[in-house]
């Protein structure tokens, strides 16, 4: 089954920048949108950011500013760029690609992010 794959997690010392990047491991047609949401120990998990086909993004209020969405169409590979990053940032970091009719949710296995010195 095509899922999402992520990569680029790690560990990084606060105020540093980590790049995160996804790319679906088959053909998934007709997307709607692709994005990020991130789950940290013991909470929900969250929308970081996303970003629709026609280039409309939305950011979580915690990251506004600081973190990046952005796509390379020919690839459908969705990119996050995270600056000054905090120890609240700490998460797995999820890729979600919505796609079809009936924004069919496709979950990639998730990066750990670790902020911390």
């Known amino acids: 089954q095509v899922q999402p794959v992520e990569s680029g997690g790690g560990l990084v010392q606060p105020g540093g920048s980590l790049s995160l990047s996804c790319a679906p491991s088959g053909t998934i047609f007709n997307i709607n949108t692709m994005g990020w949401y991130r789950q940290a120990p013991g909470k929900q998990r969250e929308l970081v950011a996303t970003?629709?086909?026609?280039?409309?993004?939305v950011y979580a209020d915690a990251v506004t500013g600081r973190f990046t969405i952005s796509r390379s169409g020919a690839k459908n590979t969705v990119y996050l760029q995270m600056n000054r990053l905090k120890p609240e940032d700490t998460a797995i970091y999820y890729c979600?690609?919505?796609?079809?009719?009936?924004?069919?949710?496709?979950w990639g296995q998730g990066t750990q992010v670790t902020v911390s010195s």
């Open positions: 970003l629709s086909g026609g280039g409309t993004t």
């Open positions: 979600n690609i919505r796609a079809g009719r009936y924004n069919t949710n496709y």
